[in-house]
C-alpha cells in the first residue's frame, strides 16, 4: 500500500509564501507523473500543477509565475512553491501520484488572510 503524505500548509498574508510537500512511501518512479490539486469552500476540485518523469512541469493559468512544481526523487518527495500568495488560492491541496494505480494525499490545508 502507497501512503502520500502532505505537509507544509498553514495561514499566511496575501502576498506571503509557503512550501507544500509530499512525501510518497516507496519510490517515487513507479509514478508517471505527480499533481497538485486544490478545493477551495464551494469550489470542485482543480487541478494546479503536474511534473512528469522527465520532470516536465505543467500549470493552471492562474498560478503560473507564481508556483513551481518540483520534485526530489532521493526523498521520495514532490513539493509545491508558492509565492505571491492570494486570497483566492485559499483551500485544501492535495497530492496525486498516477501510475498504473492512482493515490492521493490527505490534504494539507492553506489558508491566505488579508
Known amino acids: 500500500q502507497v501512503h502520500l503524505v502532505e505537509s507544509g500548509g498553514g495561514t499566511v498574508q496575501a502576498g506571503g509564501s509557503l512550501r507544500l510537500s509530499c512525501t510518497v512511501s516507496?519510490?517515487?518512479?513507479?509514478?508517471?507523473?505527480m499533481r497538485w490539486y486544490r478545493q477551495g469552500p464551494g469550489y470542485q476540485r482543480e487541478l494546479v500543477a503536474s511534473i512528469y518523469r522527465d520532470r516536465s512541469t505543467q500549470y493552471v493559468d492562474s498560478v503560473k509565475g507564481r508556483f513551481t512544481i518540483s520534485r526530489d526523487n532521493a526523498k521520495n518527495t514532490v513539493y509545491l512553491q508558492m509565492n505571491s500568495l492570494k486570497l483566492e488560492d485559499t483551500a485544501v491541496y492535495y497530492c496525486?501520484?498516477?501510475?498504473?494505480?492512482?493515490?492521493w494525499g490527505q490534504g494539507t490545508q492553506v489558508t491566505v488572510s488579508s
Open positions: 516507496g519510490s517515487i518512479f513507479k509514478f508517471n507523473f
Open positions: 496525486k501520484a498516477i501510475g498504473t494505480v492512482t493515490y
